[in-house]
């Protein structure tokens, strides 16, 4: 059960990438890379963003990260405390793949 709690809010995460990149008219793909986390690598899904206009692209972005904290307050408490540790760990780990990158 822990390991559905620790997996969630990723898969959660990325599913809401894909679903607004469709909102949007576009297609995106995932791909399995290595962050770095200091010296400990860091599994993770990354995506290629779409040729697309800089605003689609920013929502694309934002939607994993609102669709994640968004339902926070809906899901037990083990949720919780993977994605806000998803998201102040994120800076760190996601490096050129960053959505935060696009959110500007």
Same mark, same amino acid.
């Given at each position: 059960? %822990?390991? !559905?709690?620790? &997996?969630?809010?990723?898969?959660?995460?990325?599913?809401?990438?894909?679903?607004?990149?469709?909102?949007?008219?576009?297609?995106?793909?995932?791909?399995?890379? &290595? @962050?770095? &986390?200091? +010296?400990?690598?860091?599994?993770?899904?990354?995506?290629?963003? +779409? $040729?697309?206009?800089?605003? #689609?692209?920013?929502?694309?972005?934002?939607?994993? =990260?609102?669709?994640? !904290?968004? &339902?926070? +307050? =809906?899901?037990?408490?083990?949720?919780? %405390?993977?994605?806000? !540790?998803? =998201?102040?760990?994120?800076?760190?780990?996601?490096? $050129?793949?960053?959505?935060? #990158? @696009?959110?500007?």
């Amino acid at each position: 059960m %822990v390991i !559905l709690w620790g &997996l969630a809010p990723l898969v959660i995460h990325e599913l809401a990438h894909y679903v607004a990149a469709l909102l949007r008219g576009s297609r995106i793909r995932f791909e399995f890379s &290595l @962050g770095r &986390l200091g +010296p400990v690598p860091v599994p993770r899904w990354t995506w290629r963003w +779409p $040729e697309t206009s800089a605003g #689609k692209l920013r929502f694309i972005c934002q939607a994993g =990260f609102l669709a994640e !904290l968004g &339902l926070v +307050p =809906f899901l037990p408490s083990p949720y919780a %405390v993977v994605a806000l !540790l998803h =998201f102040a760990a994120y800076p760190w780990y996601a490096g $050129e793949s960053s959505d935060f #990158k @696009g959110m500007v």
